[in-house]
């Protein structure tokens, strides 16, 4: 007879770790239900618990609640196993919220399937003398659909209306902008992807910096990706946004720096910048670098990648264009398996600087970027707008409510601040007015510089 393996190998606080995994994803547990065996377990009070579970979740389709536990513990007959079974439902219990859960149920899932495999080759030996081949191969065909997901998709007749919609609750993380909240329901949620568009030099980065202050200001973590300015001048303009202090000032101002970073201290936000060259990281350097860090302890909220354009493609193409098509691709997909909002930026082609506003037609390369992201607005800064700190914030796609809509700003450079108004509002006609004056004042700057030129000869 087979002898199925154990978890010996892999110690106590693994076990509990699978168990508190058990207790607290339904959709898991129903996934490995047909190929868990309690006998993977080492202690007897750890197959007790198993087993109890699988009872319970058979009858009912849900798994115990303590209160269950504390009953059936209360009807076991052997005293000593009641203690250990109460100390190894403690241990399990500590563990409800450690980090690397989603790494606990990978492992432990490889190790069921693997052991039905294992199964099916030694059932096949007999097989294989008969020569039943056909028995084989649904012998092999059962065990490599073992622990294959039970959800199938919503089953829409037979769904409750009421589960329908708890399924559609997000979870967004704000942006620092009221405007863009009200038109996206709160900003991005779990596994959606944000793109800022915008011709170059006109402050994507700043916009990228800002949307992670606003998540530090939520008590989230986040983590930010540079591929193209170093870690230290990320860094300087955090201080910026945290501060209102413009960068070249900075130094200057080291203690108000520190008194400003107390105020995260105190939320338990966290922020990591991780710089890689230009073209030096492609999606999977940052999936790596994503599940070291949730092994190390740091889990992040919000994922910041500064930009997409200037990433490694994944596969060699001819044409550029799908090179980056497939670099926003997978970065979608990115977000969707670590459950994670995230945003980048992508430039827009030439024709980008001409406008009054950045349209979707005008972004780089390739347009299926914008097909696959959830939310996706560009900023537009003419000279003259530079001149004036003004800005045009667009809204080329939204899935959560209008797009098409254009919103009046005003832009500082030296800090990154970015303020946006509705353009029937007081503030943005007073920001359509200096829009227009913004060319005025070029021109007189022009002059003057002229007048200095010629003065000087």
Known sequence: MLERDTLKGFGNIYQSKIIAAILTDKEFFEQIDDILFPDYFESESNKWIVNKIKTYFNKYKQVPTLEVFKHEIDNEQNDILKIDITDKLRNAWTHLSDSDLTY???????????????????????????????????????????????????????????????????????????????????????????????????????????????????????????????????????????TGIYSENLEYEIDEIKTKLQKYIKLNSKLVIKEYPTKGASVNTIRSHIQKSISLGYSPDLIIIDYGDIMKPPQFFKEKRLQIGNIFEDLRGLAGEFGIPTWTATQSNRSGNEGSIVTGEQVSEDYSKMMIADLVFSIQRKIEDKTAKTARIHIIKNRFGPDGLTFPSKFDAGNGLLSMYEDTSVEGKSAKKEMGQGGEVLRKMLKEKYIDIEGSK
């Open 104 to 242: 606990v149920k990978d492992k432990f899932l490889s190790f069921c399937q693997n052991q039905e495999l294992k199964s099916a080759i030694y059932n096949s030996i007999d097989l294989l003398k008969t020569e039943n081949y056909e028995e084989i191969r649904k012998t092999f065909d059962n065990a490599f659909k073992a622990g294959i997901s039970k959800d199938i998709g919503v089953k829409l007749i037979e769904e409750d209306v009421e589960n329908v919609f708890k399924k559609l609750v997000r979870y967004p993380i704000e942006t620092p902008w009221e405007l863009l909240n009200d038109i996206s329901r709160g900003g991005l949620s779990k596994g959606e992807l944000g793109i800022i568009v915008a011709p170059p030099g006109t402050g994507k980065t700043w916009i990228l910096v800002s949307i992670g202050v606003a998540a530090l200001n939520l008590g989230k973590n986040v983590l930010h990706y540079s591929l193209e300015l170093s870690e230290g001048m990320i860094a300087q303009r955090y201080y910026s946004r945290f």
